[in-house]
């Protein structure tokens, strides 16, 4: 929820939120401040649909929810999840919304005085909490006019009177579980908390990682023996991880790794929450997102070889990156992604490079329906084969690939950005290191396929290293994930795509600026990690975790995984139409406007 500076009345997440799994108990765990959201899913059924009657109530219920989150502090905590309990306050809560409309209802509009939206704020306010941002219930109010104005209530007073009645069970209903059960929705007392440090263990392909100060922090919270950690991460950074079998060798002690898989938002980016408040993305799709922002900006289109050269000269960062993934730095932080930006941008101002003011849009046409004819011709109607040359002959690899369903079915956009990553890592040589591709993958073929029928858009894809271009990275500002580029990276997971964040946000960018946010995962059917010299560190967050929210199973982001400060809309070069409208609160960032922001 942090990503995004809303405002108190925009929607609270609907997406239900991430439960994990211990590795090795049986056990379900949640993040505290997921708790309200998921008590949320929980009321909305047959009794309280999502229809224009209950958009205020569901409005009012956002002010709430984010006035009580701040009993949290901020802090990022898991605690067991409690299946049971919150069955029970589902069937309590949703019993008494027949009440609403009962004739024993608390409230009724039936004198003239009442007939006023004065009446209806005032009444609903004395239910409220205050929040610290707006002790004036300013943005109660703007729901109410807005409301009213589309409402008259002395015209409405059935509506309102409904109104009050919803408002009224639903915070005493929510009132009485947070008050019954406040341990989970406060942070843990330094002296009194669990004896259990509570961490999480960042699953990959092929191996794991903690996040070492992370783990540090848990086990001084516990009070546990830490000479041996503090040993480990001497004269190591804050985002420096773990191998999982580092952690197995620490002297054994209470301590209980909770799974978090990085899920892949489609065409969305997931950031990962710390417990310190900020956020991060992993190495990898930090990567990935910037080669694939320079393709949908359009900055490739019609440039000559030396053009082309000198916009990958500011990817230098590319190297340093690598690098330090390799001693054990496996995580980016949101600071030092804005300054990776900042060095680009910079970069392209010194240079006069920008991107074309007329930039060619791809052809939309849906998933497995195209040819590779109209691949070619796509590629030279973006004029990409002036700045790649070979990329006309490396299309019939793609379309091969497609064919052998290694990769997801992929629309046309997604088959171009495939093309534009492949020719680039072809041409920077940091990126070449970084995947060891299979050879096949650059050996020019005639583009000259025999007429090979559309594939079926329904095909299945094949369990594969590839990451689907659909389901990977997204700048931010064309909000385009890349596409399964058929190899792997040596340090990535390869995981299906899922929506993101749940809370997951992430922060505004200029027009010309490089999008922060990203999700890759490259893909892995066509070629083969390699060896580190330096500890595994285990194959983002990936939404890894701020990791949005699943329901009652491990599943999205979690307020944690955050979504955009500053959304931006999808790109229509790599963003089919139906992906280019916005995701739920948590992958779009809330309009701005005068209300105060929680």
Not at 414 to 438: D, H, M, P
Request: a negative charge; glycine letters at 2%; proline letters at 6%.
């Amino acid at each position: 929820m942090d990503f995004f500076e809303s405002e108190l009345s925009s929607l609270y997440p609907m997406l239900p939120p991430r439960i994990y799994q211990s590795m090795k108990a049986a056990k379900s765990y949640i993040f505290k401040r997921e708790i309200l959201n998921q008590m949320q899913m929980l009321t909305m059924n047959d009794s309280f649909r999502m229809n224009q009657n209950n958009v205020p109530i569901v409005k009012m219920m956002a002010i709430y929810m984010r006035t009580k989150d701040e009993m949290m502090e901020g802090k990022l905590e898991f605690m067991p999840y409690e299946a049971n309990e919150l069955a029970v306050f589902e069937k309590h809560v949703t019993d008494r919304f027949k009440l609403a409309t009962h004739k024993g209802r608390k409230y009724k509009i039936h004198q003239k005085h009442q007939k006023t939206i004065d009446y209806v704020f005032d009444t609903i306010k004395t239910m409220m909490p205050v929040n610290k941002y707006d002790p004036e219930f300013t943005s109660l109010r703007k729901v109410l006019m807005i409301s009213h104005e589309e409402r008259p209530v002395h015209k409405n007073q059935q509506f309102y009177d409904y109104l009050i009645n919803m408002m009224y069970i639903i915070t005493v209903e929510f009132n009485n579980f947070i008050n019954n059960n406040m341990s989970w929705f406060t942070p843990y007392p330094v002296d009194q908390g669990p004896k259990t440090a509570y961490v999480r263990l960042f699953k990959e392909t092929n191996n794991s990682y903690v996040l070492g100060f992370e783990l540090l922090r848990e086990m001084k919270r516990c009070e546990m023996d830490t000479v041996q950690l503090e040993e480990m991460l001497q004269d190591k950074g804050p985002m420096y991880c773990l191998d999982i079998r580092e952690v197995l060798s620490l002297k054994r002690q209470n301590v209980e790794l909770i799974v978090t898989q990085h899920k892949k938002a489609h065409k969305k980016n997931v950031w990962i929450p710390l417990v310190d408040g900020t956020f991060c993305l992993p190495a990898e799709p930090t990567i990935q997102y910037f080669i694939f922002w320079a393709h949908n900006k359009g900055y490739f289109q019609n440039v000559s070889i030396e053009r082309r050269d000198k916009i990958l000269d500011a990817f230098s960062f590319i190297k340093t990156t690598l690098e330090e993934m390799q001693k054990g730095y496996r995580l980016v932080l949101q600071s030092d992604i804005e300054k990776i930006k900042d060095g680009i941008l910079e970069y392209f101002k010194n240079n006069k490079i920008s991107p074309p003011a007329e930039k060619k849009e791809v052809r939309h046409i849906d998933k497995g329906l195209w040819t590779i004819k109209q691949l070619v011709e796509e590629i030279k109607y973006l004029e990409l084969d002036t700045a790649f040359p070979e990329m006309v002959k490396l299309a019939g690899n793609v379309f091969k690939g497609r064919l052998l369903k290694h990769f997801p079915s992929l629309d046309l956009c997604s088959a171009v950005e495939i093309l534009q990553f492949f020719c680039i890592t072809r041409v920077e040589k940091s990126s070449r290191i970084f995947y060891e591709l299979e050879d096949s993958w650059f050996e020019e073929m005639s583009s000259e396929v025999p007429a090979a029928e559309p594939v079926d858009a329904k095909a299945g894809p094949k369990e594969s290293k590839a990451a689907s271009a659909t389901s990977e990275v997204a700048p931010k500002e064309s909000e385009v994930t890349p596409a399964d580029y058929g190899a792997a990276s040596k340090y990535s997971e390869s995981r299906p795509a899922q929506a993101a964040p749940a809370n997951s946000e992430a922060t505004p960018v200029s027009s010309e600026a490089a999008p922060k946010e990203s999700e890759a995962a490259p893909a892995d059917s066509e070629k083969k990690p390699k060896d580190s010299g330096a500890a595994s560190m285990g194959s983002k967050v990936t939404p890894a975790d701020s990791e949005a929210r699943p329901a009652t199973s491990e599943t999205r982001p979690a307020d944690s995984e955050v979504s955009p400060k500053d959304s931006e809309s999808v790109s229509a070069q790599s963003a089919p139409p139906e992906h280019q409208a916005a995701g739920a609160d948590s992958e779009v960032s809330p309009k701005y406007d005068k209300e105060p922001k929680n």
